[in-house]
């Protein structure tokens, strides 16, 4: 039976029991304690997949435990991740013991030594951790962040780079005292051993994997060309592990690799040969990290060249003080991290967003570099790849030339999960209402939001607006403030106060962003779009934050878009005393039933209905009894869980698109 049909299987109102083999730590987030797995098993089924298990208390430290036994309802998010929420300590426990010939129980071992100079010493002992553990669980977001802005985040973690890396020092080592057959045979070991000991990530296992094919080749007397190794590698981790197919990180892997093999090499011969395979690297992982992450951090390999040997001297204390906890190697490990942070902080302002090569142009372009290098040789080949290079990243600012303008006023609902973002675009202009957000993801505009806005040719907003300071509402705008030009923002200081709202403000200072704060009726014009913004009729006393929701009234070209926030009943009967009728009404609060009240729907009188909400989420929305009064009213209902991105035309005829039919005519007219 397939995965999917096994979850479907499963009671959805009921508990449902998860065992799961305990591969790495309680990982720190904000409002939230995380553990992920690679594989579990539910109500004894088996799942290969991940998990991520979330708890709003602290749990149990985990010893030499094994398995982690927990109950909860198991879901399967917008994210196309299986999750589970732990309420209570009560449902959530530990068994068996690893073993103490286990390279992953060492590793435990030595994390628990560390353990006892985390709270003096965080910052050094999350660096030791990440680099010679593999175990990133008590980075800060602030060195992810650094590292991601230089275009380096691919050093911080013990990975395929490191493991390359301690692979020659030991065959360097050994070779140059005469042992090379006991160099190769060392070499067969390390990439058996190291996987194990660092754990099942991807980057480690391909590493382990083209370091095992290259000792034995040597082993066996058959010595074979790096071409072949890469060639080889790259099919037998496909045999072993086929959804690699469509991991980015395998993509970059075998990409950044095979640039240095079939660019950087034939360029070698030049004066500065470092030069040659930096240029190569940045060639060929820019399109792909456009494509995945729509980022680009030019300049990260020459970062990375810089960094390298000092993540590795990192890498080579934190082991030494694993060994021996001496004060000297903190302050040494101190001092190399501060190196690391102004290195990537030198190459961030040349990083940033911007839109992704289409998928098929980037399939072309690839499949296209495979027939070169399978058919040609020497300076033939090296001039295919890079045409073919340049020809994908031309896509990108093509694509994102062409979608910088819209024809018509148009009102885009975004598919953020569940929360709230609408883009509003006219011509060239664009407001954004609302970012969505997750509790339990403070990088939620970075990886969700942004993607989908650079997508569009978004690059400028003039106008952003937050209806009220809730993680489903607010979490992306920090990372829209910080990454792209924002003229203004808009909030209502009513219930305005907690980490996001924190995190906002500060986002606003280091922009530069103007903040106004609601105080009246404010209007402002973005290209044909005429928005009236309305601060909150009066203080509520049931609901206070949702009630006190900022509205937005939306119109263009004789159409009107009324969006509501979070707001409830109360709020809704002030709302229907004043306002006019409006062709497409955002539903309030995500559908629920405290919201969309009859006295509104009479009121508004809209003619299309827009639910934004995320797939089985957690609160049924919408409830049924909402649909069921829209459906009464002939009210046609657009959601996001359903239809994905709504794409709403605000001209004389209201032409609604969802985001999975986007190159056909209309889904529906009016």
Request: contains cysteine; proline residues 5%; hydrophobic residues 45%.
């Amino acid at each position: 039976m397939a995965e999917g049909e096994v979850f479907r299987s499963l009671p959805a109102a009921r508990f449902t029991l998860v065992e799961a083999d305990i591969e790495l730590d309680w990982s720190r987030r904000p409002h939230v304690q995380a553990l992920r797995t690679s594989r579990f098993r539910a109500n004894g089924l088996r799942f290969d997949s991940p998990l991520a298990i979330y708890t709003r208390f602290t749990p149990p430290r985990i010893a030499r435990e094994k398995v982690i036994r927990v109950e909860g309802f198991l879901r399967f998010d917008e994210r196309g991740r299986y999750t589970m929420s732990v309420k209570s300590p009560h449902l959530l426990s530990y068994h068996g013991r690893v073993s103490p010939f286990s390279p992953a129980t060492w590793n435990r071992l030595i994390a628990q030594r560390l353990e006892p100079y985390a709270a003096s010493h965080p910052r050094e002992i999350a660096m030791i951790e990440a680099l010679a553990l593999g175990r990133g669980e008590r980075l800060s977001e602030e060195t992810r962040e650094d590292y991601r802005r230089g275009g380096t985040y691919h050093l911080l973690v013990f990975s395929g780079l490191q493991i390359g890396l301690a692979a020659g020092v030991i065959a360097l080592l050994l070779r140059w005292t005469g042992y090379a057959r006991s160099s190769d045979w060392c070499l067969l070991g390390f990439a058996v051993i190291a996987p194990l000991f660092i754990g099942p990530t991807a980057s480690v296992s391909r590493a382990g994997t083209g370091i095992a094919l290259y000792a034995l080749s040597r082993i066996a007397r058959r010595p074979t060309s790096f071409e072949n190794l890469w060639c080889v590698a790259a099919m037998l981790r496909l045999v072993i592990e086929p959804r690699d197919l469509t991991d980015p990180a395998f993509h970059l892997t075998y990409a950044g690799a095979g640039a240095l093999i079939f660019i950087g090499k034939p360029l070698a011969r030049l004066r500065m040969r470092w030069l040659a395979y930096a240029i190569a690297a940045e060639l060929a992982v820019a399109p792909l990290t456009l494509f995945h992450f729509q980022q680009f951090a030019l300049g990260g390999s020459l970062a990375t060249v810089a960094l390298t040997p000092v993540v590795f001297v990192q890498l080579l204390v934190g082991a030494a003080f694993a060994a021996i906890p001496a004060a000297i190697l903190l302050d040494a490990v101190r001092l190399l991290s501060a190196t690391s942070a102004l290195v990537n902080r030198m190459a961030a302002p040349a990083s940033g967003f911007f839109a992704s090569p289409p998928l098929a142009v980037i399939s072309a372009s690839f499949a296209f570099i495979i027939v070169i290098i399978a058919f040609t040789r020497g300076r033939v080949r090296v001039i295919g790849i890079l045409l073919a290079l340049a020809v994908t990243d031309l896509s990108a600012v093509l694509r994102h030339r062409s979608a910088a303008s819209v024809d018509s006023p148009r009102a885009t609902f975004l598919d953020v999960g569940q929360g709230d973002a609408i883009l509003l675009r006219s011509g060239r202009h664009a407001a954004l209402v609302d970012g969505g957000g997750r509790n339990d993801d403070t990088r939620f505009g970075h990886t969700v939001l942004l993607p989908m806005l650079v997508n569009r040719g978004i690059r400028r907003l003039d106008l952003v607006v937050l209806s009220h300071a809730h993680p489903d509402h607010c979490g992306g705008l920090p990372a829209v403030l910080r990454e792209l030009h924002v003229g203004e923002l808009v909030i209502s200081t009513r219930g305005f106060r907690g980490d996001c709202a924190r995190r906002l403000l500060e986002a606003a200072g280091e922009s530069g962003t103007r903040v106004t704060s609601l105080r009246r009726i404010e209007r402002r014009q973005a290209g044909e779009i005429a928005l009236t913004i309305f601060p909150p009729a009066r203080r509520y006393r049931r609901a206070a934050e949702n009630n006190g929701s900022v509205i937005v009234r939306a119109e263009a070209r004789g159409r009107s878009l009324l969006l509501t926030g979070d707001i409830e009943r109360e709020a809704e009967l002030d709302l229907a005393s004043s306002t006019r009728p409006a062709d497409i009404l955002k539903l309030a609060h995500h559908g629920s039933r405290t919201s969309t009240s009859p006295v509104l729907l009479d009121a508004v009188r809209p003619r299309l209905a827009v639910i934004s909400c995320g797939r089985s989420n957690l609160f049924g929305h919408p409830h049924r009894i909402t649909v069921e009064s829209l459906d009464r009213r002939g009210i046609r209902i657009w959601r996001t869980d359903l239809n994905s991105t709504i794409d709403v035309a605000l001209d004389r005829v209201i032409a609604v698109t969802p985001q999975i039919d986007t190159l056909s005519r209309p889904a529906y007219s009016e």
